[in-house]
């Protein structure tokens, strides 16, 4: 059973900095690509980074990139999004999400789409504020 744990989230002031995690189990992480998204209330999910499963290809919103970088782990089955420099507005919840066939990967690591294929966790909350 595919299975995803985010962790990390919190309060941070404007300029900081967090990491967040997000555990696999059920399934060998080597082979599925893994996307963050955010949701705030009011608006719909977006995608903000993805790491490819292939070839550790990565991707990141344009509003993210420069700031948040996406790694993983594959002998620990976790995958980790560190955010810098951050910013009120990236104040969201944060969910994993996990893949590993081609077209949907393409959709959620090149195109930051959601496709109805994905396995999620249930998001962790991140708030920017002073």
């Known amino acids: 059973q595919v299975q995803l744990v985010e962790s990390g989230g919190g309060l941070v002031q404007p300029g900081g900095s967090l990491r967040l995690s997000c555990a696999a189990s059920?399934?060998?992480?080597?082979?599925?690509?893994i996307g963050w998204f955010r949701q705030t209330p009011g608006k719909e999910r977006e995608g903000v980074s993805c790491i490819n499963n292939n070839d550790g290809k990565t991707n990141y919103a344009d509003s993210v990139t420069g700031r948040f970088t996406i790694t993983r782990d594959n002998a620990k089955k976790t995958v980790y999004r560190q955010m810098n420099s951050m910013k009120p507005e990236d104040t969201a919840v944060y969910y994993c999400?996990?893949?590993?066939?081609?077209?949907?990967?393409?959709?959620?690591?090149?195109?930051?789409?959601?496709?109805?294929?994905?396995?999620w966790g249930k998001g962790t909350a991140v708030t920017v504020s002073s």
């Open positions: 999400a996990a893949d590993h066939e081609a077209l949907s990967v393409q959709a959620m690591c090149y195109g930051l789409r959601i496709v109805d294929t994905l396995y």
């Open positions: 059920g399934f060998t992480l080597d082979y599925y690509a």
